[in-house]
Structure formats: structure tokens, C-alpha cells
Antibody, heavy 122, light 113 residues
Framework: DVQLVESGGGLVQPGGSLRLSCAAA????????MHWVRQAPGMGLEYVSV????????NYAQSVKGRFTISRDNSKNTLYLQMDSLTPEDMAMYYC???????????????WGQGALVTVSP | DIVMTQSPDSLPVSLGERATINCKSS????????????LAWYQQKPGQPPKLLIY???TRESGVPDRFSGSGSGTDFTLTISSLQPEDVAVYYC?????????FGQGTKVEIK
């Protein structure tokens, strides 16, 4: 079975940093583009970032560009999101999602993790 | 960026009745070279991650009940629940994957009337 398990969430002060991880299992990780999507409390889904299957291409939402860095280690079947200069507006549940194959950044998101909660507060 | 707009924001429906959710994209998500609409629908229940229901605008994901169907092309799409069941209470999102960023609609909350 496909599994995506996020970790690394927690409480951080404004201006601080966190690194989220998403451990993948049950599929050939290096075949798939991976995405991060976030959801602020009581709000909708917001795309954050994507990385191609080999890590050669990345893309970011304007709201996080220059502050967040997506990466992956295909030898460890793990996706990462380094988040710097965090603000209260970054407080959200962060989901990793697998994109079905066939395109640089994949297509629809067929599997999602359970999420990692990031709280930004003094 | 492609803006996805759903309507309505909230949809009260009686059990066994039809629920219809609309999604409009600010530009076409129909890719001419393969004649596919790059649009998906997701269901999110409280405390859970989103779950894929429909992709390519009308292809039902494996295991999704056939009371869920998707239709539309270009810029206008619809998710229909033919006979609402108690377990269908959730927020439903459309998403385009025609280009990056992969934008979502604001969500439609389906509840029991």
C-alpha cells in the first residue's frame, strides 16, 4: 500500500525555521513528482511547492518563494520542505501529495499524507 | 495563475437527493493535444486529508462510489452526487493541473438539510 507520512511539524516563533519531511513507502518514489499543499485552520487548500521526480525541477507559490525550499532524497524515499522566515500566515496543516505520473510535475494528486501541523506564534 | 471558482460555497441537501457543485476556471484547462481536461475533484472530511474522487474531469478514482460523477469541459465543470448519503458530508474541492501552480477552488461544504 502507498503510504506518505509527514513529520517535523511543531511550534515555532515568527522568523524561525522548520523542516518538514514526508516519508514515502509502497511505490517507486523516484518515479513520481511530489507536492506540498497547506491548509490554514478552517480554510481551503493552498498549493505550496512541487518537485519533479528526479529533483531537477521545482516550483513555488508566490507566497513562499524565497523562504521555502523543496527537496527530495530518492535514496531515502523522502521529500522535504525547508521553511525559513516563518510568519503567522504560514500557520497551517502541511500535506505532502503524490502526483500521478506522465508529466514533469505529474497530474492529479492520487495519494495524500495525514499532514504535519505548523504553528507560528510568539 | 488559473483561478478556480466554485459555487455554491455551502450546499444543504436532503438525504437521497442530488447534489450539484460547479467549478469554473479562469482559462480553459482543456489541452488540445490530448483532448483531456486537466481537472480533478477531491473530498475532504473533517480531520482527514483530501481524497481523490475524479480526475480528467470525469474519470472516477478506483473505489469511489458510482453516485459520484464529474462532467464539463474547457472552463466549466460539475461534480454530481446522485443520491446523497450521510457519509458524503464533506468539503469538496476542484483543482486544475493544466499548469503550475496547481490551483484549487475555495471549496463547497455539503451538508444534510
Amino acid at each position: 500500500d502507498v503510504q506518505l507520512v509527514e513529520s517535523g511539524g511543531g511550534l515555532v516563533q515568527p522568523g524561525g525555521s522548520l523542516r518538514l519531511s514526508c516519508a514515502a513507502a509502497g511505490f517507486t518514489f523516484s518515479d513520481y513528482a511530489m507536492h506540498w499543499v497547506r491548509q490554514a485552520p478552517g480554510m481551503g487548500l493552498e498549493y505550496v511547492s512541487v518537485i519533479s521526480n528526479n529533483g531537477g525541477r521545482t516550483n513555488y507559490a508566490q507566497s513562499v518563494k524565497g523562504r521555502f525550499t523543496i527537496s527530495r532524497d530518492n535514496s531515502k524515499n523522502t521529500l522535504y520542505l525547508q521553511m525559513d522566515s516563518l510568519t503567522p500566515e504560514d500557520m497551517a496543516m502541511y500535506y505532502c501529495a503524490r502526483a500521478e505520473r506522465g508529466y514533469t510535475y505529474g497530474s492529479h494528486f492520487d495519494y495524500w499524507g495525514q499532514g504535519a501541523l505548523v504553528t507560528v506564534s510568539p | 495563475d488559473i483561478v478556480m471558482t466554485q459555487s455554491p460555497d455551502s450546499l444543504p441537501v436532503s438525504l437521497g437527493e442530488r447534489a450539484t457543485i460547479n467549478c469554473k476556471s479562469s482559462q480553459s484547462v482543456l489541452f488540445s493535444s490530448d483532448n483531456k481536461n486537466y481537472l480533478a475533484w477531491y473530498q475532504q472530511k473533517p480531520g482527514q486529508p483530501p481524497k481523490l474522487l475524479i480526475y480528467w474531469a470525469s474519470t472516477r478514482e478506483s473505489g469511489v462510489p458510482d453516485r459520484f460523477s464529474g462532467s464539463g469541459s474547457g472552463t466549466d465543470f460539475t461534480l454530481t452526487i446522485s443520491s446523497l448519503q450521510p457519509e458524503d458530508v464533506a468539503v469538496y474541492y476542484c483543482q486544475q493541473y493544466y499548469n503550475t501552480p496547481r490551483t484549487f477552488g475555495q471549496g463547497t461544504k455539503v451538508e444534510i438539510k
